[in-house]
C-alpha cells in the first residue's frame, strides 16, 4: 500500500483525491476516528519482544534500533483494526540518529500494509524557505540534479502556526499537491497551552481562537465533496470547553484530538467535534494504549487490543 493519494481513479491522474474526503472514506470503511500514537521509549519498551515471530521489517544491526522497531510493529499489529490511523511522534525515532529514520521508514510502511493511515507528528514550524524543505521532508521529496529524494509520503502532518500564515501556506501547499492534510496547532493539550494560547488579543478573542481563523482560511481552497478541508487543526481533549468555539470557528476542518487516557482528556466530552460527520474528529491515544498492560496486566498486545476497542466504541458511539 502506497500513500497518500491513492484511493480511487482520480488519484491517478493530476488532481488528488481531497485528503478529508480520503479520510471520510477511511473512518466509514474502519467504523474508527481511533489514532494510535506511536511514541517509542527505547527505555520502556514492551517486555518479551525477543519471543515474538519475526515482523514484517528486518532487524537492524542497532540493537537499540531493532529494539525500537520490534516494538513498534507488535503495537501496531496489537492495535490496527480498531483504528484508522497512526501518529508517529518523529523526536521518538530522530533521538534514535541515522538508525531512528530507517526505524520510522519501515513502521510507516508496515502502518500502511496494515490499512492506516500515517500522521506525522513532528509540529514543524519555520520561515518559508525552511517550511518549504520541512513539507518536501513529510509530503513530497524533492526532484535535484543528481536525482530525486523520497520525503516520508505521510498523509498529514502536525504544524506549528505561531510564525503566521506564511509559515504555513508551503506546507498546504506541498500537502494539497498530493491529496494530504494539514494539522496546525491551535489549542493544545499541555497544561503551559494556557500561557499564550488563552491570551487576549488586543482586537478581541483569544490568541488561539485567531489561529483557528487562519486555519478556516487556507481550509476553504481544499473543501472535498465530504464537506471537509485539507487544514485542520489539534485541538486538545484534555480542554473540551473549547471544543464547541473550536467548531464554529472552523466548521470544515479536521479535529486532531490528543490527550486521551494519560494527560486526561475523555472521550466522552468530545461530542462538538464529530457534530459535522464521523470524520471530523480524531480521538489520539497513545501512552493509554502502548501502556495498558500495566494497569491490566497479562499480554502487552492483548492488553493494548483491549484499550484501542475501548476507546474507538466510545468514540464512534459519538458519531
Not at 515474538?52 to 531493532?66: E, H, I, K, T, Y
Not at 487556507?218 to 473549547?242: C, K, Y
Request: aromatic share 4%; with cysteine.
Amino acid at each position: 500500500m502506497t500513500s497518500p493519494a491513492e484511493q480511487s481513479p482520480a488519484a491517478a491522474s493530476d488532481t488528488p483525491v481531497p485528503f478529508g474526503d480520503v479520510l471520510a472514506t477511511r473512518v466509514a470503511q474502519r467504523e474508527s476516528q481511533l489514532v494510535l500514537g506511536v511514541d517509542p521509549d527505547p527505555t520502556a519498551l514492551w517486555p518479551g519482544l525477543d519471543d515474538r515471530p519475526a515482523r514484517s521489517a528486518p532487524p537492524l544491526a542497532d540493537p537499540v534500533a531493532s529494539a525500537v522497531l520490534a516494538h513498534c510493529t507488535a503495537l501496531i499489529d496489537a492495535a490496527a483494526a480498531t483504528c484508522v490511523a497512526i501518529k508517529p511522534q518523529l523526536a521518538c525515532f530522530e533521538r534514535l540518529g541515522h538508525a531512528g529514520r530507517m526505524v520510522l521508514g519501515a513502521v510507516l510502511e508496515h502502518a500502511r500494509q496494515a490499512g492506516l493511515l500515517v500522521i506525522a507528528d513532528g509540529k514543524r514550524g519555520d520561515i518559508d524557505v525552511s517550511a518549504r524543505a520541512y513539507a518536501e521532508a513529510l509530503y513530497g521529496g524533492v526532484e535535484t540534479p543528481f536525482g530525486a529524494v523520497a520525503g516520508l509520503g505521510v498523509d498529514a502532518a502536525t504544524v506549528n502556526p505561531l510564525m503566521g500564515r506564511d509559515a504555513l501556506e508551503p506546507f498546504v501547499s506541498a500537502a494539497r499537491a498530493r491529496g494530504a492534510g494539514v494539522l496546525a496547532l491551535v489549542r493544545t493539550s499541555n497544561p503551559g497551552a494556557a500561557d499564550v494560547q488563552d491570551l487576549e488579543l488586543a482586537g478581541g478573542g483569544a490568541v488561539w481562537e485567531r489561529l483557528a481563523g487562519i486555519v478556516e482560511q487556507l481550509g476553504r481552497p481544499g473543501i472535498g465533496a465530504r464537506g471537509l478541508s485539507d487544514v485542520g487543526a489539534v485541538v486538545g481533549a484534555t480542554e473540551p470547553a473549547h471544543l464547541a468555539r473550536a467548531r464554529e470557528l472552523m466548521p470544515n476542518a479536521v479535529l486532531l484530538l490528543p490527550g486521551v487516557g494519560a494527560q486526561g482528556g475523555r472521550v466522552q466530552e468530545l461530542a462538538p467535534a464529530f457534530s459535522i460527520g464521523p470524520a471530523g474528529g480524531l480521538v489520539s491515544a497513545s501512552r493509554s494504549i502502548a501502556g495498558a498492560y500495566r494497569d491490566r496486566g497479562g499480554d502487552p498486545a492483548v492488553a493494548a487490543r483491549a484499550e484501542a476497542e475501548r476507546l474507538r466504541a466510545l468514540a464512534w458511539e459519538l458519531a
